[in-house]
């Protein structure tokens, strides 16, 4: 009997200790991700300057370019690696262009 208790006792210690981690977590990932959440409103600063939308812009470009770039030099076979990367590249250009745009005006 006395094992069962003490089992029991741990059993609930080890949930409660878990769903405390679990709370928090997921607290800590809202106030991080949430709509008034630091991360939010630190995009919503750099997307209120054209320039700094068009650095960001660019820079997602430059993310899509490295991701696509590494999943199509798996296949070495395929023919739209240079096509794809000069698409991207050319969008990421006309992104930079606009940002100076935007900048001398």
């Given at each position: 009997m006395?094992?069962?208790?003490?089992?029991?006792?741990?059993?609930?210690?080890?949930?409660?200790?878990?769903?405390?981690?679990v709370?928090?977590?997921?607290?800590?990932v809202?106030?991080l991700?949430?709509?008034?959440?630091?991360?939010?409103?630190?995009?919503?600063?750099?997307?209120?300057?054209?320039?700094m939308r068009?650095?960001?812009?660019?820079?997602?470009?430059m993310?899509?370019?490295?991701?696509?770039r590494?999943?199509?030099?798996r296949?070495p076979?395929?023919?739209?690696?240079?096509?794809?990367?000069?698409?991207?590249?050319?969008?990421?250009?006309?992104?930079?262009?606009?940002?100076?745009?935007?900048?001398?005006?």
């Amino acid at each position: 009997m006395q094992r069962l208790t003490y089992d029991e006792t741990d059993t609930f210690v080890t949930w409660l200790v878990a769903s405390c981690l679990v709370v928090g977590i997921a607290a800590a990932v809202f106030s991080l991700l949430g709509p008034a959440g630091w991360l939010a409103v630190l995009f919503k600063d750099l997307l209120a300057d054209p320039n700094m939308r068009a650095l960001v812009a660019l820079l997602g470009i430059m993310g899509v370019l490295a991701i696509c770039r590494r999943w199509l030099e798996r296949n070495p076979r395929t023919l739209f690696n240079n096509l794809v990367v000069g698409t991207v590249g050319l969008g990421g250009f006309i992104v930079l262009l606009q940002g100076l745009r935007t900048f001398v005006h």
